[in-house]
């Protein structure tokens, strides 16, 4: 049974007392450290991390996505943004501060520090998780302030942490050309295309995904993503891997990547350990000629980074692989098409089932996730979930990266506005999709609200933008029908999507932060999810993932060519949820050409499947609006 | 009578061949350099600049206000953005390349520089005109190439510049309360509260408009902005005024500045000639103590910036009076309104009097602007011309900033598009307003693309936004209603506008480039001006200056409040020239409101100036859309 109570916060006064200990203890430590810096992040500055890397939600009981804290003698304060205020307010007892990024008032982790350390004091991180260019801001602010960023080699949540998780080393999967399209000796040729233009010998992979896709292997090492932990360096005749060397016993992942007769010496994969990256790269570096430069993304760590000298280094902010990833080759389109007709013919069936179940009384935010992931795990080629699921029921759906806990977990009702943001990974593609639906009658301001979102919705889906327009330039379409009623929400509009890879990938966006994010282009796949959230009642937000796609357009000015969007998600929006009278006759036109889309194409799928429950609900959910 | 003739570009055959024996000669350089960049600025990082101060206009002949030169031995580039493209071509003969920035084929100046460059070369540019920032990131770029970026103490420009006019030393005008709002003292201890809160000791004030403002003080020494060659150091109880001493015998400023009878000892200004900033800077460095910080703008130049030691530096982007500046008080908004209305008096006047004499077909670019200076000297408090109009027929319309000379000049015809940008300096205030119109009947394709601008025009004056809401966030409303059609334009959408000052100011404005600029409050002041243009057709703008006010919403979020925008332009937009059919409800209720709000204001000035043509115009022009 559901019950009301808020999740609990994590008691910590024990655990800051222990860590205050080891930041003045001398086998940590050379010297003691006034502050320390626990960065969210792992080794690879991945979003998603596992349990051995949890060390930020260790220390406070915060387990969002995104979030630093940092603990001094006197203070512990966590940083993050506004997606998750409210959660990580419930989660931390009150020895922590909520320092809320993105408002006014709130100080940047730099001010922060200077204003409550005594002076010359030294702050301390673990140079491997924090990103080289984090390092560089944050050492020149406490510097400039007469304090020092200093590197401890121990983590000295580690060091604390009785027990610990292992770092895991699960099994591989290969991927072969009908679902990446291309090989990885043709993306290593095209990644050393690269690297010559731009005269670069040398490139170091950190980011889990990069090597993922350039290899075509996929791992489970971290929940919702299918990656694992390795490094590469990639240099114009070598290939350097570095894994957990038990993986390369199996025989399919050797004749994947062609250990044992590599076709061409250039193209011969040498293994190391994972470990051993750090040595290795000082061994190469040691070996560079004068003018030799290499790659190394300027959100890598700051250990790796600093074993290159700088003389040879070229931190870069996004790598050629991030963004031969992120534009979509015509296979993984299709392979990404077809992960969101079965992702859709899931969530179909799941709503269909809702609409009887609800009357039970019985339905939970819990049991509606679960049973959406068993309906996800019946289509073919299902992997897992893409990131946990939000199944949020009325004040819950404020918390704009809930997951329902049996603490928080409340029971959907004819009352409230239900919530589900949630994806999986497919052999052939990953997908992303939040709907938010109403079993009874919603309130005018709840079809308001929806409405303005839909407004914003429609707005980004339907855009038309010169080529070489980057997303954030579009982040204002989303927010100007909420705008004009005094309302916003707290977070981007629009993330990356990876293809059977990590549902959140750079490097374009759609968001009102100013970040150096590339140009939309053809092929490149992202979100459109406006929101609108009041604390304490509901939370709307309608999710769609899209693909770039050429537009035509009357006029072609200087011959740029223009862009729009294609919507590869194709489930119903709930049609009671909108205040029609608030849409324009455009935005009624898009409502009816997309739930007609939605018919066509999953109406086949689910009565191809069998699946009648499902197709009837689909009709019924894509009745045009007259 | 008009011609038709392109303007001629300027021979540079012999000046390039002076230039390259310079930097090459060890009377002015140590080792010879292999390459020079002459930035488009003065000493004070000014956008227009004096004449003795036009040394790339003077190497390379292109004028318009934007625009970087470098010289090798071999070759010769200019970089300039979309505004000038055109312009810099027909005034740049072919020793010459034009550098489009903006284009994603035209190379940086850093990655040009490295790419013609022997090994190991000199790039030479003079400390005075260059940026700090810029300096900053040129010399890594060139040092990571293996190039040094050196300082040039003798400008080479200058060298080979004969005739080269003297640095201006204009009568000085002296503002009260009436104009200001504020006294200078005011200004200088809110300034000093500023600097209280952030622990900075001393403050380097570099921009002349800031200068001007701060000491409510006004100049002539550039065309067009009321600014005179001057800087400033504040400490937090002395004044240092570096001004040519001959103006400080004027009685009218002594008695301003309380230069005889100081009131109290910390607002006391020590006067120091012009030249002596560099010696006067070092001996304020020489006394700090060794917290002291210096607040200075990363847009100074690099020779006074690196007088200041790096310890006690603190470069900002924006300094406190660039933003104290851009929020206007009541008083200069009353300021501002008034001019506005004395504009529009004259404009109205204008339009009733071309509407009249275009008939006689002897009416040409140069004349039209000549009689809109007229009509603007005739209002009260008029001072000057706040940039050269803009008066451009047809095909010289597209050239974004285009200004009419005697061999381009094209006659006004009942069978072009007619663009004028124009705008004074009043006592109490600046202006800046386009209108774009048809003497004849337009085409439908003209009529088409106006529509789109003016769309674009009201998405943006109309919008409504949350506090905290930067000017780049706004852009693309301007341009979605082009972006849906195919059409574009290649300039920023609005730019901050400084009372009684410089036309183009920060640290606001609305654009597509993602730069640091600073949210938009209630009392700033910013243009709103898209366009489009069809490169030897046409040219279309639509611009209002408009004030940045409270607005009232429906609900409040988070208790942010919201922002919209007010019109302070009020000239009628040529109905004639839109396709209504293709306004929104909304659209055309706003053309009728914001008409109605011309003739009201406007037609009351009109009627107590007796200008009876202006009147009758102005009430032809703003009978409402049905």
């Not at 009702?413 to 990953?430: F, H, K, R, W």
């Not at 998600?569 to 997309?594: A, F, G, H, S």
Request: aromatic fraction near 10%.
């Amino acid at each position: 049974m559901a019950t009301d109570t808020a999740m609990s916060p994590k008691i910590t006064v024990e655990l800051l007392r222990q860590l205050r200990q080891v930041m003045r203890n001398s086998k940590y430590i050379t010297e003691p450290i006034q502050a320390y810096i626990i960065p969210s992040g792992d080794a690879h500055q991945s979003e998603y991390i596992a349990p051995c890397d949890c060390r930020r939600e260790f220390i406070c009981g915060f387990n969002g996505s995104a979030g630093t804290a940092i603990v001094t003698e006197q203070h512990a304060a966590l940083w993050t943004d506004g997606r998750y205020f409210l959660q990580a307010s419930q989660q931390m007892d009150n020895n922590w501060t909520l320092m809320k990024m993105g408002l006014k008032e709130t100080p940047s982790q730099e001010d922060w520090l200077i204003s409550v350390l005594p002076e010359n004091s030294k702050v301390g991180v673990d140079p491997w998780i924090i990103a080289a260019d984090q390092w560089k801001s944050m050492s020149k602010a406490l510097r400039s302030a007469g304090h020092s960023l200093v590197a401890v080699q121990d983590n000295l949540i580690d060091a604390i942490w009785e027990d610990r998780p292992h770092r895991p080393s699960t099994k591989l999967i290969t991927l072969g050309l009908k679902y990446t399209g291309l090989t990885w000796q043709d993306k290593i040729l095209a990644l050393r295309g690269k690297m010559a233009e731009r005269k670069i010998f040398w490139f170091v992979v950190t980011a889990l995904d990069e090597i993922a896709w350039l290899f075509n292997l996929r791992g489970s090492d971290i929940e919702y993503n299918p990656v694992f932990f390795a490094y590469a360096i990639i240099g114009m005749s070598s290939i350097k891997l570095f894994v957990d060397s038990k993986r390369l016993l199996d025989p399919a992942v050797r004749e994947h990547l062609e250990l044992d007769r590599p076709s061409k010496p250039e193209l011969t994969i040498q293994c190391f350990p994972y470990e051993s990256v750090y040595t290795e790269l000082q061994a190469v570096c040691a070996a560079l000629a004068p003018k030799e430069k290499m790659w190394i993304c300027d959100k890598a760590s700051c250990a790796l980074t600093q074993v290159i000298p700088k003389a040879h280094r070229s931190a870069i902010p996004y790598t050629p692989l991030c963004l031969a990833k992120a534009v979509k080759n015509p296979t993984e389109i299709q392979g990404m098409k077809m992960a969101h007709i079965k992702d859709a013919v899931a969530l179909c069936e799941l709503f269909a089932w809702l609409e009887k179940e609800i009357y039970k009384g019985t339905v939970t935010e819990i049991s509606v996730a679960d049973k959406a992931e068993e309906l996800r795990s019946q289509q073919k080629d299902f992997v897992g979930l893409s990131f946990p699921t939000i199944s949020s029921v009325g004040p819950n759906g404020a918390i704009i990266h809930y997951r329902p806990l049996p603490e928080t977990n409340r029971t959907l009702s004819l009352n409230e506005v239900y919530l589900i943001d949630s994806g999986a990974q497919y052999i052939d593609g990953t997908t992303d999709v939040t709907r938010t639906v109403h079993f009874g009658t919603p309130s005018d301001y709840e079809k308001e609200c929806f409405t303005y979102v839909l407004k914003g919705h429609i707005a980004v889906s339907a855009a038309v933008f010169p080529n070489g327009t980057k997303g954030h330039l579009l982040d204002s379409f989303a927010r100007a029908a909420l705008w004009d009623s005094g309302l916003d929400y707290l977070h981007g509009t629009g993330h990356g999507v990876g293809c059977f890879l990590n549902v959140h990938e750079g490097p374009c966006g759609i968001s009102y932060k100013t970040f150096a994010d590339e140009p939309l282009e053809a092929g490149m796949i992202v979100s459109d999810e406006p929101g609108h959230y009041e604390d304490g009642s509901f939370g709307i937000r309608i999710e769609n993932v899209v693909l770039v796609v050429p537009a035509k357009t009357k006029y072609n000015y200087r011959n740029r060519g223009s862009l729009t969007f294609e919507p590869l998600t194709l489930v119903p929006i709930q049609l009671k949820m909108i205040n029609t009278d608030l849409l324009t006759q455009k935005e009624r036109v898009w409502v009816n050409d997309y739930h007609r889309k939605c018919l066509e194409i999953v109406g086949v799928e689910l009565e191809r499947q069998g699946r009648k429950d499902g197709l009837d609900w689909l009709i019924r959910e894509t009745q045009p609006i007259v």
